[in-house]
C-alpha cells in the first residue's frame, strides 16, 4: 500500500510550515489510514513546494486528498518526533565512537553515501570533538572536506539558526 520511499509533506496553512521528510514507516506509525491517493498528494505537495507553488494551490492538494489541518498536525508531530530520535541516534554513536552504531542510524540516509568508510567517520567524530571543545572553523573545515555544507539560512544540520538542531552539520545539497 505505502511505498517503502521517502514522502515529504508541503507546508499546510498556519499550522504547519516548511517541508519536511517522512517515511512510509512513520507514516504507518500515525493512528490514521491514509489512502494511495493522499500519499501522492504529498508527494504531489511536496514538489510544489520545492518548485515555489503558491501556498494555497498546496493546501488545495491536500485538502482535495482529506488531508485536513488535524492530519497534518498529527503527521508533523510524529515526524518531528521520529526526527529527534533519529538525531540522538546519531549523536550516541558519534559521541560513543561507534561506527556500526553510527551506520545503523544513518542506513537510508544521505549522511550513509558522505561516512562510507571508518576512516571517514573518525574525522566526523573528530570534527564532532573539535566543534565541542569550541574550535568552530577546524571543525567546519573537516565536515566541509567530508561533503556536509551548511544550508543557507540553516544552522549546519538543517536546523534553523538559534535552534539546538541548528548545531551540527547536514549532507550538501549540491
Known amino acids: 500500500m505505502l511505498k517503502t520511499i521517502m514522502i515529504p509533506v508541503a507546508a499546510f496553512a498556519v499550522t504547519v510550515t516548511g517541508a519536511s521528510a517522512f517515511s512510509s514507516e512513520m507514516l504507518e506509525k500515525l493512528d490514521i489510514n491514509l489512502t494511495n491517493d493522499q500519499v501522492i ?6 514538489e510544489l513546494k520545492i518548485g515555489g507553488a503558491d501556498r494555497d494551490e498546496i493546501k488545495l492538494i491536500l ?11 498529527e503527521i508533523h508531530k ?27 542510524a544513518v542506513a537510508d540516509t544521505p549522511r550513509a553515501d558522505l561516512i562510507d568508510s571508518e576512516s571517514k567517520f573518525e574525522k566526523l567524530v573528530e570534527a564532532h570533538q573539535l566543534r565541542e571543545a569550541g574550535n568552530h572553523e577546524a ?20 536546523g ?13 545539497t549540491e
Open 78 to 104: 510524529v515526524s518531528h518526533a521520529e526526527r529527534a530520535e533519529h538525531r540522538k541516534a546519531i549523536k550516541v554513536a558519534i559521541d560513543s565512537e561507534d561506527y556500526e552504531a553510527y551506520l545503523e
Open 63 to 73: 485538502e482535495n486528498a482529506g488531508l485536513d489541518k488535524e492530519v497534518m498536525k
Open 139 to 158: 571543525a567546519k573545515e573537516i565536515m566541509e572536506d567530508l561533503g556536509f555544507q551548511k544550508p543557507a539560512g540553516h544552522g549546519f544540520g538543517g
Open 41 to 46: 498528494a504529498l508527494e504531489e505537495a511536496h
Open 160 to 172: 534553523h539558526k538559534g535552534s539546538k538542531e541548528g548545531k551540527g552539520f547536514g549532507p550538501s
